[in-house]
């Protein structure tokens, strides 16, 4: 209960929202600890498989865990609440926890390990400067897609779902987040407002891509998108994020997160942009032995 009335009254991330856990999560949970007046939230889901416990982000929850009752608390208050935290925290086999950039880089974690992440993160205040610094290459293929497609919004997680899973069909494999996660998620943005669909479509109606964007009253997040190979070299993507872009800055949001990416050319397509490189925390620790076996024995099979 403290915790929802502390989201009702403060600006809270759109990831660590009541109504965005309650429906995309089976079960979530909160720590909660304070010193001299400060506190800080700790949120959390427990995934069991087989007899093992995960204490990981849960799908299409890019940010997780630490949440601080004010971002100018004063490092040393920060540790404290951490550490409090950290001597309350549940039994898990293993932790793979994407903290919010706001967490600074140099607390200590204690015996959970700790190793630094990216994600690239653009400043909204001024959207003619934003355009000015896109690479040379990305103008060309947004003013190319421009010709031939437009942007429309559709009400349709199932059509975004089809681009999506064509990404990985052309890498001859699956989506990792079912559909059904998709469905929850969108369900979430209509009824509190925090979400569109963007598809590039040409004058054929062929759908050549799609966008998910979601948001709160500070960032807008590319949530996930999808490209039908079939249009590879249309400028589809582009023109679609710089869409996301646009009406982001023009809905008063002050950044705009790629959330980063692990993948190669993904990475260097956000580059493009010229975003900012954001450093953040992701916690790791492997507790059972028997766990790191299995996944040695996969990786080596």
Known sequence: ????????????????????????????????????GHFVFFIY????KFHFKFLRSPHLCPYSGFLFSSSFLNHTTQQIL???????????????????????????????????????????NNLETIEKNYKPALKRQIKKAQKTIHIQTLNDINLFYQLHEKTFLKQNSLPKIPIQTFQKAWEVCVKNNCGQLFFAVDEN?????????????????YLAGGTDAAYYG????????????VFSAENKKQFFDFEGSMIPSVNRFFKNFSPDEIKYVNLFKENS?????????????
């Not at 889901?45 to 069991?48: A, F, N, P, R, Y």
């Not at 880089?105 to 992440?117: H, W």
């Not at 032995?289 to 099979?301: G, H, I, P, R, T």
């Open 234 to 245: 249309s400028g589809a993507m582009s023109l679609l994020m710089h869409h996301a872009i």
């Open 82 to 124: 951490i550490q409090q935290v950290l001597e309350m925290m549940p039994e898990f086999d293993e932790i793979n926890l994407d903290l919010h950039p706001r967490i600074p880089l140099d607390i200590d974690f204690g015996n959970i390990g700790s190793r630094l992440k990216m994600t690239n993160i653009l400043n909204l």
């Open 205 to 221: 109606r062929n759908i050549h891509a799609a966008h998910f964007l979601v948001y709160d009253n500070e960032t807008a997040y």
């Open 1 to 36: 209960m403290k915790y929802e009335q502390f989201c009702e009254t403060c600006d809270v991330p759109l990831f660590f929202q009541p109504f965005w856990l309650n429906d995309l999560l089976e079960n979530w949970d909160v720590l909660y600890a304070e010193h001299k």
């Open 45 to 48: 889901q427990i995934e069991k």
């Open 289 to 301: 032995a028997l766990l790191k076996f299995l996944k040695s024995w996969k990786s080596n099979a």
